[in-house]
C-alpha cells in the first residue's frame, strides 16, 4: 500500500472569465463538486471562490495526477452544470488552470485564504490574483 500526503492548490477560472458563478450558483457547485469528488474518492480539504473561478485544496492521490483529478473535478461539474441549466447559456471551465504543492506548514495560510475569496476579491481581481500568481511560482520562466 502506498501512502502519500501530498497537498495541491489549484485555481481554474471560467472560460473566457465570464461570471456565471453567482453566490446562489456557486454553492450548488460547491456542493456537486464535494460529493463528487468525495464519490470519486479525491479528498477534498477546501473549495471556495469568486464569481468566475475556484480555489481548491486537495490531497493527491497515489494512483491519479493532477491533471487527471482536475479533468474529473472541472469536466462532471460543467457536464452537470448545463444538466441542471444553472446558467442561461452553455458553461464552460476555462482549459488552463494552475495548481502548487503546498506544504504542511502553511495548509492553515492557504485554508484561510481559500475561506476569504469573497473579502479577497473585494480588494483583487481575479487577473491581479492570476498574474500574482504566475509571478510568485515563476511559471513565467517555467520551461
Not at 501512502?3 to 453567482?22: D, E, I, M, Q, R
Not at 484561510?112 to 511559471?139: A, G, M
Request: aromatic letters at 14%.
Amino acid at each position: 500500500m502506498a501512502f502519500v500526503k501530498v497537498f495541491v492548490h489549484a485555481v481554474w477560472g471560467t472560460k473566457s472569465h465570464y461570471p456565471f458563478l453567482t453566490k446562489e450558483i456557486k454553492q450548488k457547485v460547491i456542493a456537486h463538486i464535494k460529493e463528487n469528488a468525495h464519490n470519486k474518492q479525491i479528498y477534498i480539504d477546501r473549495l471556495n471562490g469568486h464569481s468566475e473561478h475556484l480555489h481548491c485544496l486537495f490531497g493527491l492521490n497515489a494512483d491519479t495526477s493532477i491533471a487527471k483529478t482536475l479533468q474529473l473535478l472541472k469536466g462532471e461539474s460543467a457536464y452537470w452544470i448545463n444538466k441542471q441549466k444553472l446558467t442561461k447559456s452553455k458553461f464552460e471551465w476555462a482549459d488552463e488552470y494552475y495548481s502548487v504543492s503546498v506544504s504542511e506548514s502553511h495548509l492553515d495560510m492557504v485554508r484561510t485564504y481559500i475561506d476569504n475569496q469573497e473579502v479577497h476579491h473585494k480588494k483583487v481581481t481575479f487577473l491581479q490574483e492570476y498574474e500574482e500568481f504566475i509571478s510568485k511560482y515563476n511559471f513565467n520562466n517555467h520551461g
